[in-house]
């Protein structure tokens, strides 16, 4: 799976699988992914699910990438399934019309970095060819992902929704969900959704700098 964001000349390729994919039955996630996908561009250009379980996405400004992935990763928990994803920073050398024939430094250095994450047992990870940047973030992600890898389906739809709605009351929220603000509220804590929106924050922040 590869996702692609681009600022000015630089580029960042998501490449990943959804985890246990044959845990369900295709028809019962897969138009909900599409979905998600639709809001990234135009199909075969922007973004392309592939080989049942792997995709690429376009999407316009890189200051929105590890928003993107928390949102690819919430809608699959969400699904009661995961996604394994590395960003790699880069230039596209070559844009074609297919997104899955687009290469560039971007898709090396997140396909090199994919093939590793397994091994080390990690879930996301970046390489944007800055050392330092890497080194700080993908502390962050590990640590990160260490409780975002267990979110539970409830946990998922409620961030989901929160993402969605960033601006809503909890009692909005919970119109959405079908439950009451109490429970919104003990969903967010068990989340720790506060900190995934200061990890994301702080990725903007950072992010600027490098690039």
Same mark, same amino acid.
């Given at each position: ?8 000349? @630089? =580029?960042?390729?998501?490449?990943? +699988?959804? $985890?246990? #994919?044959?845990? &369900? ?73 297919? @997104? =899955?024939?687009?290469?560039?430094? +971007?898709? $090396?250095? #997140?396909?090199? &970095? ?98």
């Amino acid at each position: 799976m590869l996702l692609i964001i681009k600022i000015i000349d @630089i =580029t960042v390729i998501i490449t990943g +699988a959804i $985890i246990n #994919s044959r845990k &369900l039955p295709a028809q019962e996630w897969m138009d909900d992914f599409k979905k998600l996908f639709k809001k990234f561009g135009k199909s075969t250009k922007h973004w392309k699910l592939y080989r049942g379980d792997e995709f690429q996405v376009e999407i316009d400004t890189p200051e929105e990438a590890l928003n993107a992935v928390l949102l690819i990763k919430v809608v699959l928990k969400s699904l009661q399934l995961d996604a394994r994803m590395s960003l790699g920073f880069g230039d596209k050398r070559y844009e074609s019309e297919k @997104i =899955t024939e687009s290469n560039g430094t +971007a898709f $090396i250095r #997140s396909g090199e &970095l994919f093939e590793t994450l397994k091994k080390q047992r990690v879930n996301l990870a970046i390489n944007s060819g800055n050392i330092d940047f890497d080194q700080e973030i993908n502390l962050m992600l590990r640590l990160s992902v260490s409780f975002m890898d267990n979110w539970l389906q409830q946990s998922a739809e409620f961030i989901l929704v929160a993402m969605e709605y960033p601006t809503a009351s909890q009692e909005e929220q919970g119109m959405k969900l079908g439950i009451n603000q109490a429970a919104v509220s003990r969903r967010q804590k068990r989340s720790n959704y506060d900190l995934v929106k200061d990890l994301d924050a702080y990725y903007r922040k950072k992010i600027k700098r490098v690039l």
